[in-house]
């Protein structure tokens, strides 16, 4: 299974960007995860098999949405109103097993991930 992310990019703080995930076979929940410089990778948010559920980091709530094109096999994340704190390295990641919603949050949970596309949000 192969997932290749893009879209990254430098941007001022208020703008937006799209991130794109493409999933080659597997089709199961998706997640978006980012990394900062010397911290943990942390969950962003999340989107169910079909697209029906979806889930967010309190700390993206409200500025981004999660959504999927099954017949694309791609899997979106748009960013608005960006803050120098989102500033980091954005995996796209999935899973073999089905989980709920709670457990989609952890990074151990995922078995493929993509390679990660750099945010960079300056003030």
């Known amino acids: 299974v192969q997932l290749q992310a893009s879209g990254g990019g430098l941007v001022q703080a208020g703008d937006s960007l799209r991130l794109s995930c493409t999933v080659f076979a597997l089709n199961r929940a998706m997640g978006w995860f980012r990394q900062a410089p010397g911290k943990e990778r942390e969950f962003v948010a999340v989107?169910?098999?079909?697209?029906?559920?979806?889930s967010y980091s309190d700390s993206v709530k409200g500025r981004f949405t999660i959504s999927r094109d099954n017949a694309k096999n791609t899997v979106y994340l748009q960013m608005n109103s960006l803050r120098p704190e989102d500033t980091a390295v954005y995996y796209c990641?999935?899973?073999?097993?089905?989980?709920?919603?709670?457990?989609?949050?952890?990074?151990?949970?995922?078995?493929?991930w993509g390679q990660g596309t750099q945010v960079t949000v300056s003030s």
């Open positions: 989107i169910s098999r079909q697209g029906g559920v979806t």
């Open positions: 990641a999935t899973t073999r097993a089905v989980y709920v919603v709670s457990a989609l949050k952890l990074p151990q949970n995922y078995d493929y």
